[in-house]
Each structure stands twice: as C-alpha cells, then as structure tokens.
Nanobody, 121 residues
Framework: QVQLVESGGGLVQPGGSLRLSCIASGSFYKIYDMAWYRQSPGKERELVAT???????NCSESLKGRFTISRDKANNTVYLQMNNLKPEDAAVYFC???????????????WGQGTQVTVSS
C-alpha cells in the first residue's frame, strides 16, 4: 500500500505563489509516474501536470508558464510550484501516483486526500 500526503495548500492573494508537496510512503517497490490534479466545486477533476520516473514532464497547456512540476525521486516526493495564481486556480489539489509492490506486479494507482488552494484578496 502507498500513502500520498499533500501539503502546502492555503490562502494566497491573486498574483501570489504556492508550492505544493506530496510525499509517498508505505510499502512499495517503486513509484512510477506522479502527477497533480485539481478539482473545483461543480467541476470534474482535471490534470494539472505529470512527471515520469525518468523526469519527463507534461503540464496542462493553460497552466504552462505558471505551474511547474518537479520531483525528488530519492525521497518519493513530487512538488508543484504555482506562480501568479489566479482566482480560477482555486481548487483542491490532489497528488496521484502509480506504484507496484514488486518488479513483477502491475502498477496500481493511488490518490492523496487533497490540499485546498484558495486564491482571494
């Protein structure tokens, strides 16, 4: 089992920055792709950014230039740097990861509980 714990959310003024962190812990063989999603009230959960174990990143087109995903593979941690935040960025941000129990088992997906980001003056 893998536990994903997010932190770093909070209240920020428009134009401000936040850095989210997500630490994976538990019993696993490897953590593969890690990603951030977000969900606003009344909207579907949407992909924000992904990062493979090898370091390849992908970010939602609408967020490129403001959001950056990074990863500390040794510590099973993924980060989301969010700059120039806008009110429409307010959402619950979820960490997502694929992990396997062994080199021969299939990768399963895991979700964190989410961290709230509020952008308001």
């Amino acid at each position: 089992q893998v536990q994903l714990v997010e932190s770093g959310g909070g209240l920020v003024q428009p134009g401000g920055s936040l850095r989210l962190s997500c630490i994976a812990s538990g019993s696993f063989y490897k953590i593969y792709d890690m990603a951030w999603y977000r969900q606003s009230p009344g909207k579907e959960r949407e992909l924000v950014a992904t990062m493979t174990r090898g370091g390849r990143t992908n970010c939602s087109e609408s967020l490129k230039g403001r959001f950056t995903i990074s990863r500390d593979k040794a510590n099973n941690t993924v980060y989301l740097q969010m700059n120039n935040l806008k009110p429409e960025d307010a959402a619950v941000y979820f960490c997502h990861a694929y992990s396997s129990h062994s080199a021969y088992s299939e990768a399963l997906e895991y979700w964190g509980q989410g961290t709230q980001v509020t952008v308001s003056s």
